[in-house]
């Protein structure tokens, strides 16, 4: 079965699902793969991995050995082209379409498509959607784009809308990693009303009480990064798990 059609079928059996990124540039090799084996024995339905930047050079040997570890789908979240594998199981193909910098809608796609194909990686298009965070975010920062204002989610609408019509599979909310305040729930709600594309939320949550916000919001996927690299607790990851799944 393709992750795609795994991730619709998580989501169909527990309301939502939970998605755990790990960055390699905020880990080593061994934590890393440690990290994986716990949040596959804690509830966690998939492994997010990829970084804004990436200062490793062992991308490769790092998914292989994540695998070995984890039998969760682990799908490249990927910060730019350098950061492709033909051992992932997937990778979420971003659009950058709250921006207008035509590198990360379009330019970095085109540079990775090639290597994507020649992989036989299965690519899952997703539009990546920026919300203003209280600060400024590396995701922001590095890709040199504005991030969608807080009160304004008529303009998520809109551009999710915009996904939608392109015949994009998914929409990523991002308040960016580590940021102050996560996507507004009013952003979800308003995207679930008018699209029916699955909804990832991701960026700044860190209490399990939020991520269940989200999830009654509309959310379809919820993303924590950097609660867990920073306290890798059963206890904590359960706990998430558990408020977002509904069923
Ligand atoms: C970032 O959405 C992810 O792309 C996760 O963010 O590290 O703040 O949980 P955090």
């Known amino acids: 079965m393709k992750v795609y059609e795994q991730l619709l079928q998580i989501r169909e059996e527990k309301g939502a699902g939970y998605l755990v990124l790990i960055d390699p540039d905020k880990q080593s090799m061994q934590e890393a793969i ?13 492994l997010l991995l990829g970084g804004s930047l990436m200062f490793t050079h062992i991308f490769d040997d790092l998914i292989k050995g994540i695998k070995t570890a984890s039998p969760l789908p682990l799908i490249i979240f990927p910060g730019s082209t350098r950061q492709l594998s033909p051992y992932a199981n997937a990778i979420l193909y971003l659009s950058l379409i709250s921006g207008r910098n035509a590198y990360y809608i379009i330019g970095d796609q085109v540079l990775a498509a090639p290597i994507i194909k020649s992989m036989n990686l299965e690519a899952i298009s997703t539009a990546y959607m920026l919300i203003e ?6 995701a922001q920062f590095l890709s040199d784009t504005r991030p969608i204002p807080r009160e304004k989610p008529d303009i998520s609408v809109a551009h999710a809308m915009a996904a939608e019509l392109l015949g994009m599979r998914m929409i990523y909310l991002e308040a960016g990693s580590g940021a102050h305040l996560s996507v507004p729930e009013e952003h979800i709600a308003a995207i679930c009303r008018y699209t029916s594309l699955p909804v990832i939320v991701g960026g700044g949550i860190r209490a399990p009480e939020e991520a269940a916000r989200k999830v009654a919001a509309g959310a379809s996927f ?7 690299e920073k306290n890798r607790d059963r206890a904590l990851i359960s706990a998430f798990a558990d408020s977002i799944h509904t069923r």
């Open 222 to 228: 919820i993303v924590t990064g950097n609660v867990i």
């Open 133 to 138: 965070s209280g600060n400024i975010t590396s």
């Open 34 to 46: 440690e990290l994986a084996r716990v949040c596959s024995e804690s509830g966690v339905d998939g």
